[in-house]
Every structure is written in C-alpha cells, then in structure tokens.
C-alpha cells in the first residue's frame, strides 16, 4: 500500500515528532499520512490556514507490506459532531489506545476534510515498522492559486 505525506523538506523522513494533533497526545509518535497526494496538499493548506505554503515541500511516497494489519475507525463509530475542534478529545483518546496497545502498524481514520477519504497513521514505535519503506521523496510546489 502506498501513502503520501508532504511536509517542510527538513521534515521529509519517516519520523515523528510526538507533538500533540487530532488522533494523539504528546508523547505518542504517530506518523501522519493521506491515501492521495491531494489529500496530503488539502491537509497541509487546512493546518496551515494557506500560510507559508510557497516554503520548500517535499511530497514523501510511503510504502507499506500489504501483509499488516490495517485498524480501521469508520465515521459511524465516531460521536457526533467528531470533526469540531472542541471534540478532538475524542479523536486524540481513540488514538492514543491504538497506540498504546502495539496491535497494528497503521490505523486508518476518517479524513475531517473531505468526507468518504481517509488518512493512515504510522505506528513509528511498532515492532513493525521497520518495515514501512521511503519509496522517494519529490518536489512539491503549491499551486499558487491555492494560496489566494
């Protein structure tokens, strides 16, 4: 399975910073990738409110053995209302458990973004993970039309 990632070139590595986002708590080193190139390009412009966009990116393909596991947390499984900012609690206590408990390499989540598309967090403390390849690292150059 191929995913994507696009982030600052100095951040174009496979690893985590364990800071604090949607699906975890600080601490918890989750790589945080897309099931397509534009998911990663709307995830980036949405967290970055279109600032800093014509910064140096670089989009990373990420394969994965199609052998692992994939947990997955399905929309209907989520409270109402999972997407607001004051639910995120939520999100972070389904994220940490994954984490915790070493069950999976990746668990998939619903995107907040765009309905029907998902995202796919990286367990980078996994027994697994050594697995998980950087199968190349491209430019990525925003559409200057994105940042208007």
């Not at 174009?12 to 800071?19: N, P, V």
């Not at 994954?98 to 598309?117: C, D, G, M, R, T």
């Not at 990286?122 to 697994?128: D, L, P, Q, V, Y």
Request: proline share 3%; aromatic share 10%.
């Amino acid at each position: 399975m191929l995913v994507y990632r696009i982030t600052l070139e100095r951040f174009a590595t496979l690893q985590a910073s364990g800071i604090e986002a949607r699906w975890n708590s600080n601490g918890a080193k989750i790589l945080y990738t897309t099931s397509s190139r534009a998911l990663a390009c709307l995830e980036n412009v949405v967290h970055r409110s279109g600032e800093g966009l014509d910064n140096n990116f670089k989009a990373l393909v990420i394969e994965i053995p199609n052998s692992e596991r994939v947990e997955t947390i399905l929309e209907k499984d989520l409270p109402k209302h999972w997407q607001q900012f004051d639910m995120e609690y939520v999100c972070r206590m389904i994220g940490d458990d994954w984490y915790y408990k070493q069950e999976s390499l990746i668990l998939k989540v619903p995107s907040v973004i765009i309905p029907n598309e998902y995202n796919f967090l990286i367990n980078t403390m996994h027994k697994n993970f050594k697995k998980v390849k950087l199968k190349s690292i491209e430019p990525f150059i925003f559409d200057k039309r994105i940042k208007q």
